[in-house]
């Protein structure tokens, strides 16, 4: 039996990771989590007491690392500040979290020789034109915005060098971005989803016409076990579903799935440095590992999100009104 650890584990793609590894494996999972205002216990309940353990602590202590390194077959890193509006208004966290939690993490893989698969993001190449036939591919060159994107560009590197210099046993994924369940009421998609369900109405940044290319975050699961289980040392894979959509169709999807007359949104003041596009170009994951995703769908994967939300309200419930007094605050 594998033994991963699971850093980040009780956010919104890592608990939806560690579901997926549980259901679709035989490895034993080790979550490591600080418990952020991100992390969540609910989203780990009614695991399998044999094959699950949870430690709370901050993937930049050494000393907390460095065992639970050791005692792992595989380090699965998907722990970070993730929201690029947080970034925007308090970079520090950023930093400490996904710079120095990565270099803490990578030192001890390095030292016990122990597999390691970096989770990071397609914001790392920066934004394309709304009319550019080009996608990112693994050589597009990184070009981050935000104070985010630019700490998991600067992760990704460290993870490089640590491989080239160090012979690092290491793989990087970079994804699109992540729908379905979990996922914390701050992001884009369950914002709106609940504003709606608390008569509020969704909030668009400008005019809503940023594309996003959507993966449903069991599709992002099943591409990071298949790079663990094949994927060559020191590569990078992009993953993605062919998922573009732009804001505006996102929240009119939203409002029809929910009953809404199309057009009861408010468009609100935009986000700074606001990337226009991202586009994933995953061929490479497919065409040499055999990697397919599953929701191809993304009606129905988000009619299935929304049902999830309406379903769960206890799970996201405490969040909310803190998250909204927030983004008050910004005028969004
Ligand atoms: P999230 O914010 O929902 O979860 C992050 C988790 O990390 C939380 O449980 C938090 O408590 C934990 N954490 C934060 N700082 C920590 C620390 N110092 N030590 C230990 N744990 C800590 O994030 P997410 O959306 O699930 O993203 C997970 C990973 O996937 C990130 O690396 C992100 O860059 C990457 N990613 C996200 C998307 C997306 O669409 N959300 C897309 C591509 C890549
Ligand atoms: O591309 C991958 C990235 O996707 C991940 O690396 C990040 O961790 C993840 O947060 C996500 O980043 P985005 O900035 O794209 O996601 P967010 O959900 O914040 O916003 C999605 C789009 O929706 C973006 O164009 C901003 C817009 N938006 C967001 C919010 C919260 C709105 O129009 N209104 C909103 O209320």
């Known amino acids: 039996m594998q033994k991963l650890l699971v850093t980040g584990g009780a956010g919104f793609i890592g608990s939806n990771f560690v579901h ?16 952020t205002y ?20 901050d993937i930049c202590d050494a000393a907390l690392v460095d065992g639970l390194v050791a005692n792992a077959d595989v380090v699965v890193h998907y722990a970070a500040e993730s929201h690029n509006d947080n970034s925007l208004h308090d970079p520090r966290p950023f930093l400490d979290t996904n710079i120095i939690g990565t270099y803490t993490l990578i030192e001890a893989a390095r030292k016990h020789g122990t597999r390691f698969h970096h989770i990071s993001t397609d914001e790392v190449y920066g934004d394309l034109e709304l009319d550019d036939p080009e996608r990112f591919t693994e050589s597009t060159p990184y070009n981050p915005s935000s104070p985010y994107s630019s700490t998991k560009a600067g992760s990704d590197l460290l993870v490089r060098a640590w491989v080239r210099s160090f012979g690092l046993q290491a793989t990087i994924s970079n994804c699109s971005n992540n729908y379905g369940p979990y996922q914390h009421v701050e992001k884009f998609i369950p914002r709106q989803i609940t504003n709606v369900i608390d008569g509020i109405r969704p909030k668009l940044y400008g005019a809503g016409e940023n594309v996003r290319d959507w993966i449903h975050a069991n599709d992002h699961s099943s591409a990071v076990l298949t790079i663990i289980e094949k994927g060559e040392i020191g590569q990078t894979y992009l993953i993605g579903a062919d998922g573009e959509r732009n804001n505006k169709e996102v929240v009119e999807l939203i409002l029809k799935e929910m009953g809404q007359p199309s057009d009861a949104y408010d468009q609100v003041i935009d986000r700074p440095g606001h990337d226009l596009r991202y586009a994933i170009d995953s061929s490479r994951l497919r065409r040499e590992l055999g990697w397919t995703p599953r929701f191809s769908d993304f009606e129905q994967g988000l009619a299935d999100t929304v049902k999830w939300y309406r379903d769960n309200e206890d799970w996201w419930r405490p969040q909310k009104s803190e998250t909204e007094a927030k983004y008050k605050v910004q005028g969004q």
């Open 20 to 35: 997926y590894a549980l259901d679709n494996t035989d490895a034993h999972v080790t979550v490591l989590d600080k418990f």
């Open 38 to 57: 991100a992390g969540n216990r609910r989203s780990l309940a009614g695991l399998p007491e044999d094959r699950f353990a949870l430690v709370e602590g």
